[in-house]
């Protein structure tokens, strides 16, 4: 059995220019799966279907025989276990949040998937637009007591602080994009939200959190338009600061996965959200797969079941596996198509 290795950001809600340095001195503590590795999906744009995703790469990989947790958390519509054809659990991370159990162990309940196990988002009483920094790191800190080769991360919409933490909390990170021109374009912003609160968030504090306060105004007195122009700007004006910046670069690792391909020619959107990663970002980013469109998608959602369970013919399903497959290869060896 293959498991990965983790390597774990202190993150905080709060990066003003009087604490950036305090919040890097610090993400370090977060503690680490002992054995494992973390999966987020994310994408900004809602309806590109990170939760019909999310829930049938865990059941995939549950299927090739790894232990699997699959995590809701979108902080703004919380029905994962829908999707997953489960009804919602009596306990969730609210719960844990709230003081009402000790351990995310707690809350965390099996399916009756083998290998399966499935933790519950937050509750309509939790002002989830409020929670706290404290209560972020403290939720992102506890999946260290879960046993399990596999933590899958489901994110909502959006660009916030809490859903763009917990995309760069996760060792895998894949951008959900569907080959529409809105969700294209909401992707790009997202990735672009999430690079420039890493570098902000890193653990070497390079100082150019002003210039990447600048750059977000797509009007800015520098001429920065992209991030790779901020790559070469650090570069030229203070070289060292410019290396540390490379480095925090080459860690940040992407997946692209495309979903609901409806023509061959869809396939090449993929491939162009690599390319304007390597671009315009400065990184390789790897396009893991895509999947088809198929109406089986929403007929099983309408009987409350994963795809991969109520067509287990279907195209789609060979097409999760290839993908389930290509997370647990060595990224050297992977394969779309």
Known sequence: MI?????RKHISGNDSNSNVESISSRRNQISKLEYGTSIAIGGGKGGIGKSFLSSNLAICLARLGYKV??????LGSANLHTVLGINNPKMGISDFLQGRC???KDVQVKTEIPNLSFIGGFDDQLNIANMSSEDKDRLLDSFSDLDTPFLILDLGAGTTEHTLDFFLYADE???AVIPEPTS???AYRFLKSAFY???ILSDSDIGIKDVIDQVMDQKNALGIKTPADLIQHVVSMEPKKGTELLEIIKGFNLHVL???VRARRDIDVGYSVKSVCRKYFGFNADFIGYIDYDNAVWQALRRRRPLVLEYPSSNLVGQFLKISKNLVKPKSIREVG
Request: charged share 25%; proline share 0%.
């Open 102 to 104: 000790s351990s995310i």
């Open 184 to 186: 294209i374009e909401n």
């Open 69 to 74: 947790t699959l995590v809701d958390l979108d």
């Open 197 to 199: 609160r890493q570098i």
């Open 3 to 7: 498991f990965f290795s983790n390597r």
């Open 173 to 175: 990170k894949i951008l």
């Open 258 to 260: 495309l979903n609901q």
